[in-house]
């Protein structure tokens, strides 16, 4: 009974991981230094408060930091479960972002599109038909009949292989803003379907 009870305080003692909403990678589109609640009920609303884009499916968190943390937009942040710096993360609507986050937000999606060029290319050598009538690639912007053949076509030879490799092979100089511009779209409205990003919040 003793042993038992020696090995059941030495759990308690183990270090319990903390379980956050969201793990992986993201980006920095507004940090305030002091947090940015105006109440200041709570100690934790004078600590530093990052809102994060995540780079998987385009959520927005606010990220309570521990003081003394520093962050610029456009850096990387990956959240983990370990990170002593991490208090808490709770989830914001693209309505809640301020007007310099929703500047950045452009550029930053563009930055996780190229960050991440294989999950894209794999989209254009796996995109099928979604009805009869329309075809995931005719969602990116910018691409009607024409240039979707222009798509499929050499995509039946060999897959694409990079960015370089699409533009050589069909003549779209410029695949980046195909999804950049189609990720934009998905945030700011609510479209039938949804390639890159979830639904919003109510």
């Known amino acids: 009974m003793k042993k038992r009870s020696h090995q059941t305080r030495q759990h308690s003692k183990r270090k319990q991981t ?4 969201f793990t992986g990678v993201s980006y920095i589109i507004d940090f305030y230094p002091q947090g940015k609640s105006l109440s200041r009920k709570r100690s934790n609303d004078y600590n530093p408060l990052a809102v994060i884009v995540t780079a998987n499916y385009f959520e927005f968190y606010d990220v309570i ?9 456009q850096e990387q942040l990956i959240i983990k479960s370990d990170d002593k710096r991490i208090i808490n993360l709770s989830k914001v609507n693209h309505s809640q972002l301020s007007g310099s ?21 794999k989209f254009l050598n796996q995109a099928h038909p979604l009805t009869t009538q ?7 912007p910018g ?35 195909l999804f950049s511009g189609r990720i934009l779209s998905e945030i700011n409205t609510s479209p039938k379907y949804r390639l890159f990003t979830k639904k919003k919040l109510d």
């Open 134 to 140: 329309m075809h995931q690639l005719r969602l990116l």
């Open 18 to 21: 903390k379980r956050l909403v």
């Open 101 to 121: 986050a929703l500047d950045i937000l452009p550029s930053i999606i563009k930055d996780i599109v190229v960050a991440f060029e294989t999950r894209y290319i």
């Open 65 to 73: 930091l521990s003081f003394g943390s520093e962050f610029s937009p």
């Open 143 to 177: 691409v009607g009949q024409k240039r979707m053949w222009a798509i499929l076509e050499p995509r039946k030879k060999t897959p694409f292989t990079s960015f370089n490799d699409f533009s050589e092979r069909t003549g779209i100089s410029d695949p980046i803003s």
